[in-house]
């Protein structure tokens, strides 16, 4: 069994459509937690670190083989929870981090939440220790979309995200661009449905690598 720990529950059916395609039979158990994120935007991630070690610790007790760590901002305090909790934690971003290492040194991390930038940049930076590879990273606040997602208006935090590549694509000087968020997936099946995902600046997202990943270390 997978363990899988969200902040928003639009990733339950996402992640379990991702399981059906890429790890059929796999069994995964959600926590959906939307108040850790909101304690982590007010008083940093550090301040829930005790709370996303208890979520871990009750998704190992139901029986996950491996947890992984769908939200970006709780993902370096949720990796720090798998030694006590005696299981491989993974945060969602860690595989797509290592891509864009391997990709180039010039990369652009887009982010509807502010307080997703540093660890992202952090992530990008160990993996790109660990490959013994440069990585040069400016970030890129996406501007209302995090306050549309929060609306309900997932159509229009889309639109926003999408158009930011756009703009980053067009501006050049990059070897790829990084979405820090899995909300943000669906904009690259947006780019590729409107002709412009076969330009020459990869657009990286994370559920479907750290899905995979995770379904590795859980045994699948």
């Known amino acids: 069994m997978l363990g899988l720990l969200h902040?928003?529950?639009v990733h339950v059916p996402v992640f379990d459509a991702l399981r059906d395609a890429d790890a059929p039979g796999l069994p995964l158990r959600h926590q959906v937690r939307p108040e850790l994120l909101?304690?982590?935007l007010a008083s940093g991630p550090d301040a829930?670190?005790?709370?996303?070690?208890e979520a871990v610790g009750a998704l190992v007790r139901d029986g996950a083989r491996a947890v992984l760590c769908t939200c970006s901002?709780?993902?370096d305090v949720a990796e720090a929870a798998g030694?006590?909790?005696g299981v491989p934690v993974l945060r969602v971003d860690r595989p797509m981090a290592a891509e864009a290492v391997a990709t180039g040194p010039r990369l652009a991390v887009l982010a509807t939440v502010a307080s997703t930038l540093v660890p992202t940049t952090e992530l990008i930076a160990d993996e790109a220790r660990r490959a013994g590879r440069p990585a040069e990273v400016r970030t890129v606040l996406v501007p209302d979309a995090w306050e549309r997602f929060q609306n309900g208006d997932h159509e229009g935090s889309l639109a926003a995200v999408v158009d930011a590549v756009r703009r980053e694509r067009a501006a050049g000087g990059v070897d790829a661009l990084v979405l820090?968020?899995?909300s943000m997936a669906p904009a690259v099946e947006r780019l590729v449905d409107d002709g412009h995902g076969g330009a020459d600046v990869p657009?990286?997202?994370s559920p479907r690598s750290g899905l995979r990943a995770a379904a590795r270390l859980a045994g699948q």
């Open 7 to 9: 902040t928003s529950p």
């Open 38 to 40: 909101a304690a982590a």
């Open 48 to 53: 829930v670190a005790g709370e996303v070690a």
């Open 73 to 75: 901002t709780l993902g």
């Open 83 to 85: 030694s006590a909790a």
């Open 180 to 182: 820090a968020q899995a």
């Open 203 to 205: 657009v990286l997202a």
